[in-house]
Structure formats: C-alpha cells, structure tokens
C-alpha cells in the first residue's frame, strides 16, 4: 500500500471482522464483502479503477464486477495466497 500511494490514490477496507471493525458473525460471507466493496466504489464515484485483493479480499473483488456498473471497475487484480481463508 505505501509503494503504491506514492504514485496513485490507494484505499484499504477493512472487512467485518478483521482489523478494527467489530466482529458480528451474520456478516461474515464472501456476498456481504461483495456488497461492501461494491457499495464503496458506487460511492467514490471515481469512473473505472482497478481492484487489488489477496487472499479472501481477491475472492472478493473477483465478484464485485458481477454486481457494479461494468464502466466502474477495471479487471481485478488478483494476488493469491497459498492458504484457504476459513470463511469460503
């Protein structure tokens, strides 16, 4: 994220349940994650931008095209971890 903000405008959500945000676990599913990411690009109202997710955040923005304006986003960028997250 720093190498990359030094060039360009870069944003890091925070899933429910990771990081600082409160644990509820009804939110805890890969649609509700598409939702939030979905919303937020709807929200930045930016035009197309890429998405870049590791792990369970690539399975994610794989699937936020599917459910936003196809001119607001760019291909996902995927960066795959070897692990299985445990919540897909």
């Known amino acids: 994220m720093v190498d990359l903000s030094s060039a360009c405008r870069t944003y890091a959500l925070d899933f429910w349940g990771f990081g600082d945000s409160d644990r509820v676990s009804a939110r805890y ?3 509700g994650y ?3 990411v ?3 690009v709807d929200q930045l109202g ?3 931008l890429p998405l870049v997710g590791h792990g369970l955040g690539g399975v994610v923005v794989s699937s936020v095209p599917s459910v936003v304006d196809q001119d607001l986003v760019d291909l996902p960028v995927l960066l795959v ?3 299985q997250h ?3």
């Open 46 to 48: 930016f035009g197309s």
């Open 81 to 83: 971890s070897g692990q």
């Open 34 to 36: 598409v939702d939030h």
């Open 29 to 31: 599913h890969v649609q």
């Open 86 to 88: 445990p919540f897909i």
């Open 38 to 40: 979905a919303l937020f």
